[in-house]
């Protein structure tokens, strides 16, 4: 029942920036986390980032920390991604997802996922 719908994606130079949105529906945002995950052709999908309610529970990818943020409207049921500084390697699909109950934890599951959107950097 839980619908996850991203947008924002775009094909840009390296060093622009970008926010991708998750929007979720039929979802309490307070209660559970929103994951960023990426897929590029003949790579492995990649966790990019987390984000949930609890103190702490937050992740980034080494490949993004200091470049892309993760932050939530709970008013507008939408998680963001801001995307700084971007580099041809984070061409890929991104996908936001749920991740229950938890980003961080042994317990934490991957719960319903978004179709994707396209993110293209390149000169």
């Known amino acids: 029942q839980v619908q996850l719908v991203e947008s924002g994606g775009d094909s840009v130079q390296p060093g622009e920036s970008l926010r991708l949105s998750c929007l979720v529906s039929f979802f309490t945002l307070d209660a559970y986390g929103i994951a960023w995950f990426r897929q590029a052709p003949g790579k492995e999908r990649e966790e990019v980032s987390c984000i949930s309610t609890r103190e702490g529970d937050l992740y980034y990818a080494d490949s993004v920390k200091g470049r892309f943020a993760t932050s939530r409207d709970n008013a507008k049921n939408t998680v963001y991604l801001q995307m700084n500084s971007v580099r041809p390697e984070d061409t890929a699909v991104y996908y936001c997802?749920?991740?229950?109950?938890?980003?961080?934890?042994?317990?934490?599951?991957?719960?319903?996922w978004g179709q994707g959107t396209q993110v293209t950097v390149s000169t």
């Open positions: 997802a749920t991740s229950i109950p938890t980003c961080v934890g042994s317990d934490r599951v991957i719960g319903a």
